[in-house]
């Protein structure tokens, strides 16, 4: 251990303390150093010193214990009682007067600006007309400016640790609250995702297992393409949320990376198999995109496909790429004319559109939906920014 960490060891265990208890031990500490002159005879006459002595060094060292409580009565009290010390004449000489020391380093460090310098003033002031010679005097003056000073340094040094551990304090808050509100977005981001993934999954499968009884007996082949269909959505759900599951567990589990753009043209080939004519394509030469952005368009996509499949009654559906200098363009349409209430059992009123635009805005991007103005059905499109080199 070293001798700083040990001296700041001792100095916080002394801060934590009463300040009674301290400012007790530090009058016991200098009444002892006041009375040691005064502890050994006259070694001219071998006599004891007068008793007045000893009352007025007790006198201006008791008043230190309330030196916090009331600096400037207490420093009146030391040097005013000190004062009274050489009206007798058989007195022990006593070289410095710590007590008054203390009481001026107390007002220094606790007191406010003008009450402080007024003091200081009338301290230094009062101790060049009472003493009597020059040299006694320059050497009083020296020592209690250097009370002062040192009194101000340690307020000074106070003030500095308050407003670091004030600062520390407003970080550390504000490092939880950004904790906070980035477990928050986590926790919107996996409740889009699994929306995302299980509307889309419940919504094929929905639609398979309506359409395999009806041609179960007329279109074996088309009724078992169905039931093919419902397994690989379940299959493929399952996988989806396994993963973004594992990353929650704290034991190892498969890290796969989410659906990109990359697999765009896999979905449209799995929308496909309820009956809907998915079409993909893409103009321009692919740019570098953000991962953000990259799953941001595989979900954008796959939950406008559930809505299709859902809601619009569609026949056919597009899906289209438009890559520009800096904004990736992603369009789908659909041409139909929507579902009545009692059409597939699909429930509705979810956010699916309000989860596109959230999911466009959260990488920088925007999202509109609307009714094609070229015949029946709806177009969504999403504008998405490109990553910069």
Not at 28 to 33: D, F, H, P, Q, T
Not at 41 to 70: I, K, M, Q
Not at 137 to 158: E, N, P, Q, W
Not at 281 to 286: D, E, I, K, R, V
Request: with cysteine; proline share 5%.
């Amino acid at each position: 251990m070293s001798d700083l960490s040990l001296i700041d060891i001792v100095r916080r265990r002394i801060a934590g303390l009463p300040h009674l208890w301290v400012d007790a031990a530090l009058t016991a500490v200098i009444l002892i150093a006041q009375l040691w002159p005064l502890l050994f005879s006259d070694e001219r006459t071998g006599e004891p010193w007068d008793w007045w002595g000893y009352a007025v060094v007790v006198a201006a060292s008791l008043p230190l214990v309330w030196r916090r409580r009331a600096p400037i009565t207490v420093l009146v009290a030391c040097l005013c009682t000190g004062a009274l010390y050489d009206l007798a004449d058989h007195v022990a000489r006593q070289p410095v007067w710590y007590g008054g020391m203390v009481a001026l380093y107390t007002v220094a460090a606790y007191s406010g600006t003008w009450q402080r310098i007024l003091v200081l003033a009338m301290t230094v002031t009062g101790g060049l007309l009472v003493v009597g010679s020059s040299e006694t005097a320059l050497r009083g003056t020296v020592l209690f400016v250097a009370a002062y000073a040192i009194g101000r340094a340690t307020a000074t040094s106070r003030a500095h640790a308050a407003a670091l551990e004030e600062r520390a304090e407003r970080l550390e808050r504000e490092r939880q609250m950004e904790a906070e509100r980035a477990a928050e977005r986590e926790r919107a981001r996996i409740a889009r995702d699994m929306h995302d993934i299980l509307a889309h999954a419940v919504s094929l499968m929905v639609v398979q297992a309506e359409a395999g009884p009806v041609v179960v007996r007329s279109n074996p082949a088309r009724a078992e393409a169905a039931f093919d269909a419902i397994a690989a959505a379940g299959r493929d759900a399952m996988m989806q949320l396994r993963r973004m599951l594992g990353v929650l567990k704290d034991e190892e589990a498969p890290r796969a990376p989410q659906p990109t753009i990359d697999d765009l043209p896999a979905l449209a080939d799995q929308v496909s198999h309820t009956g809907l004519r998915v079409a993909f394509a893409s103009t321009g030469t692919p740019r570098p995109v953000s991962p953000d952005c990259a799953v941001a368009a595989y979900r954008v996509t796959q939950e406008a496909l559930t809505n299709i499949v859902k809601h619009a009654g569609a026949n056919h559906a597009d899906i289209r790429l438009t890559w520009e200098d800096n904004t990736l363009m992603l369009d789908i349409t659909d041409d139909g004319h929507g579902l009545p209430s009692s059409g597939r059992g699909l429930p509705s009123g979810g956010h699916g559109l309000i989860g596109i635009r959230e999911r466009a805005a959260a990488c920088g991007g925007s999202a509109a939906a609307h009714p094609r103005t070229d015949g029946p059905g709806f177009h969504v499109s999403v504008r998405l920014p490109l990553a910069r080199a």
